[in-house]
């Protein structure tokens, strides 16, 4: 079972569409975004467009959540709206489609005939906005693991790609994946990025080679990605963050 996972688009449509011409090659078997379609960039609507054509499950990032309540604009106060511009934009039928999207996504599989249980976040299972990084204490994570029943744990939100295995008191082990940025990286590379999660069904889930996590990076039109941004109302940092991937 070949999964891709993604998250983090923040409406950068050059990115988007070489993240769909990649996987065209990798031919998964199923796809799932992990939030965050908007903001920092001027495709939002774009963005939310492709995702709905495609049926694609989405859960809500934060950024996703800011739309929610957000009160109209004059003309001259959207240019003058700086941060906000990228939200401003955003159609009311898109708004809409932004606030019905889930908290959470699991997935339940039989591996060897045990069970194996996949829980998709944007931040963690507590919060929408809270981190899960690659130091994260592991007792904590730990503790978040067994509250949801999750085997394994795939986030976003920090834009910083790892992937943790943790043994857990019971013998088996747990996995932690972040799955990184297509639109926004963090992690001082440009390229875009997403996961690509193998299961075999057929292997004993106490061992970690049950799953097989590959990060993949690819190259997309950044110089159109950053000229939106300089042509917009947005601030041109923006545009600086996106080159130098903080």
């Given at each position: 079972?070949?999964?891709?996972?993604?998250?983090?688009?923040?409406?950068?449509?050059?990115?988007?569409?070489?993240?769909?011409?990649?996987?065209?090659?990798?031919?998964?078997?199923?796809?799932?975004?992990?939030?965050?379609?908007?903001?920092?960039?001027?495709?939002?609507?774009?963005i939310i467009a492709e995702i709905r054509k495609r049926r694609i499950p989405t859960i809500a990032g934060n950024h996703d959540l800011k739309v929610i309540g957000l009160a109209p604009v004059t003309d001259?106060?959207?240019?003058?709206?700086?941060?906000?511009?990228?939200?401003?934009?955003?159609?009311?039928?898109?708004?809409?489609?932004?606030?019905?999207?889930?908290?959470?996504?699991?997935?339940?599989?039989?591996?060897?005939?045990?069970?194996?249980?996949?829980?998709?976040?944007?931040?963690?299972?507590?919060?929408?906005?809270?981190?899960?990084?690659?130091?994260?204490?592991?007792?904590?994570?730990?503790?978040?693991?067994?509250?949801?029943?999750?085997?394994?744990?795939?986030?976003?939100?920090?834009?910083?790609?790892?992937?943790?295995?943790?043994?857990?008191?019971?013998?088996?082990?747990?996995?932690?994946?972040?799955?990184?940025?297509?639109?926004?990286?963090?992690?001082?590379?440009?390229?875009?990025?997403?996961?690509?999660?193998?299961?075999?069904?057929?292997?004993?889930?106490?061992?970690?080679?049950?799953?097989?996590?590959?990060?993949?990076?690819?190259?997309?039109?950044?110089?159109?990605?950053?000229?939106?941004?300089?042509?917009?109302?947005?601030?041109?940092?923006?545009?600086?963050?996106?080159?130098?991937?903080?």
């Amino acid at each position: 079972m070949k999964i891709v996972l993604f998250s983090d688009i923040h409406a950068n449509l050059p990115a988007l569409e070489a993240f769909f011409a990649d996987i065209e090659f990798q031919k998964p078997d199923a796809l799932y975004c992990l939030g965050d379609l908007v903001g920092y960039n001027v495709h939002p609507n774009e963005i939310i467009a492709e995702i709905r054509k495609r049926r694609i499950p989405t859960i809500a990032g934060n950024h996703d959540l800011k739309v929610i309540g957000l009160a109209p604009v004059t003309d001259d106060q959207l240019q003058a709206s700086g941060k906000n511009f990228a939200y401003h934009i955003i159609s009311a039928d898109n708004r809409n489609y932004l606030s019905t999207l889930p908290a959470h996504i699991r997935l339940e599989f039989q591996v060897n005939s045990n069970p194996l249980n996949i829980l998709l976040v944007h931040g963690s299972p507590r919060s929408v906005y809270e981190y899960i990084l690659a130091d994260t204490d592991e007792t904590y994570i730990l503790e978040l693991l067994q509250e949801t029943n999750a085997d394994i744990l795939c986030v976003g939100h920090s834009h910083k790609p790892y992937h943790r295995v943790i043994k857990r008191d019971n013998g088996t082990v747990a996995h932690v994946i972040n799955i990184g940025s297509v639109g926004k990286p963090k992690d001082g590379n440009p390229k875009g990025c997403y996961v690509i999660l193998d299961i075999n069904i057929d292997s004993d889930l106490i061992n970690k080679d049950s799953i097989e996590v590959t990060f993949i990076r690819f190259e997309y039109n950044i110089e159109q990605a950053v000229n939106d941004i300089e042509q917009s109302p947005l601030p041109n940092e923006l545009a600086d963050m996106l080159l130098g991937a903080y």
